[in-house]
């Protein structure tokens, strides 16, 4: 499914990866990059977690320590906290999150933010198809 999420892909109808993620690409060829960006580094947040949607989509970036190590996350449909260690695969993509970005959320919402991302899962769902997951 990672391989169907690839924001290096080449899909069809769209630039070359070089052309959408040039500082010379036009502003919806960069948006739709960064929407590929994110949507691969949520699946990997959700797949090294086992979180779940909704707690990953709001997170806010202080739930991650300094050095991207761990990971406080408040559970909220069974209720408690725990702290999860950062797989080495994850902690490169937080790392440039932390970096990156001025949002309070780990996955802000593309067009504001200062918004948690929301819940839009119709990419991963075309991913598990493409994937043959389904």
Do not use: W
């Not at 769209?14 to 691969?40: H, T």
């Not at 408040?74 to 949002?103: A, C, D, H, W």
């Amino acid at each position: 499914m990672l391989e169907q999420l690839d924001p290096k892909r080449e899909i069809n109808g769209m630039a070359s990866y070089d052309k959408r993620s040039s500082l010379f690409a036009v502003e919806g060829e960069r948006l739709k990059q960064r929407k590929l960006q994110d949507q691969y580094d949520l699946s990997v947040f959700l797949i090294d977690t086992g979180c779940r949607y909704s707690e990953a989509a709001s997170s806010p970036r202080s739930v991650v320590d300094r050095d991207c190590k761990y990971i406080n996350l408040y559970r909220s449909k069974v209720g408690n906290e725990g702290q999860l260690r950062v797989t080495n695969r994850l902690q490169p993509i937080l790392e440039k999150r932390m970096r990156e970005s001025n949002s309070p959320f780990l996955f802000p919402h593309p067009s504001d933010p200062s918004k948690s991302r929301g819940y839009s899962t119709k990419g991963l769902y075309k991913a598990f198809i493409r994937a043959g997951l389904n």
